[in-house]
């Protein structure tokens, strides 16, 4: 199958050195100076300076060129970025197969990624998220990692996963495409949490509570928007949460650190230089959690913080004094 991956970030340039051995692939970013380096140095210098772009890899800032006999697109850009490059790849390949994997709320509108999808893309387009416990570092060093590719059209889910699926990047296929990106985009916000509480010296007693309890909160608002229960006990649900609360690859969990610590967040979010999706969803998901009358009172207490309205102490004791109940 041959592939255009959509934004050369971190993950772009991951998939991009994963799928290329085994696809023939051409990875894509807006920025012709930013391209034409990878291109002559064979790097990423600025996301995954480490890494070499295999020899099959064709670079480019063309994106026609990047799409014109591509089989499938693959977005990997944030999800800010989304609608705007779809309306570039409409105008250049309507209808064309497409999977993104960005995880997040758009911070305009409030959509999720599918949300945009459907506004941005003609009717019948075939079209799914990649999503699921995968740090970009370690799946471009060749690392075992398994994900979830979800789309409302069951065979191009089953035959795309399959067709991508390989030894070291394993896929599964689902038909939850909310269930997933609601999983995905919830993660983050627990994983601030987490950062927070770890940097704060709370224990790993505490780390545990926050990541069951956090996931019992993605569970319940996902159900409440049309997710199914089991997803999020899967890959894209408990595996990507794990994941990135407890890993020191996560973005979202240096953000916490970094908050407790007692920086501004714009600070920390200069330091990271990535985006961290879970500042951006925090907002959304409590909205959201607000419209529909679940309880969230972890991603409430990450939205304060981010907000300012309450200290990284003050939130801690306001979920601490929370009042028993049953499970």
């Known amino acids: 199958m041959k592939l255009a991956i959509l934004g050369a970030g971190a993950w772009g340039t991951a998939l991009a050195i994963s799928l290329a051995g085994r696809h023939p692939s051409t990875l894509w970013g807006r920025n012709p100076a930013v391209m034409a380096d990878m291109r002559a140095a064979r790097t990423n210098a600025r996301y995954l300076p480490n890494h070499v772009l295999p020899p099959p890899l064709a670079v480019t800032a063309d994106l026609a060129e990047a799409v014109s006999d591509a089989e499938l697109a693959l977005l990997a850009v944030p999800v800010a970025g989304l609608r705007e490059t779809l309306q570039a790849l409409v105008r ?41 416990p995968s740090f970009a570092e370690e799946v471009a060093s060749g690392l075992p990692a398994a994900v979830t590719l979800a789309s409302l059209h069951p065979g191009f889910a089953r035959d795309t996963a399959r067709a ?110 990535h985006v961290a999706e879970g500042v951006t969803s925090a ?31 003050e939130a801690v004791e306001l979920l601490l004094s929370r009042e028993p109940r049953s499970e």
């Not at 993104?100 to 998220?129: M, N, R």
């Not at 409590?286 to 981010?306: G, N, S, Y």
């Open 164 to 273: 991508l699926h390989g030894h070291r990047l394993r896929l599964y296929s689902s038909t939850d495409l909310v269930g997933v990106e609601i999983a995905g985009a919830l993660k983050n916000v627990i994983a601030i949490a987490a950062g927070l509480s770890d940097e704060l010296g709370l224990g790993l007693n505490a780390r545990a509570a926050l990541v069951t309890r956090g996931l019992a909160e993605i569970a319940r608002l996902g159900v409440a928007l049309g997710g199914r229960s089991e997803t999020f006990m899967g890959l894209s649900g408990l595996g990507d949460l794990v994941l990135t609360c407890t890993g020191a690859l996560s973005r979202n969990y240096r953000v916490g650190q970094g908050l407790a610590r007692g920086n501004g967040l714009s600070d920390v979010l200069d330091s990271l230089g």
């Open 92 to 132: 250049c390949r309507p209808k064309m197969p497409l999977v993104w994997a960005c995880k997040g709320f758009d911070p305009e509108s409030g959509f999720l990624p599918h949300q945009i999808v459907a506004e941005t893309v003609p009717a019948g387009t075939h079209s799914g998220v990649l999503s699921g």
């Open 283 to 313: 907002a959304s998901a409590a909205a959201l959690a607000r419209h529909h009358q679940v309880e969230m009172p972890i991603t409430e207490a990450v939205r304060a913080v981010l907000e300012g309205t309450v200290s990284v102490h």
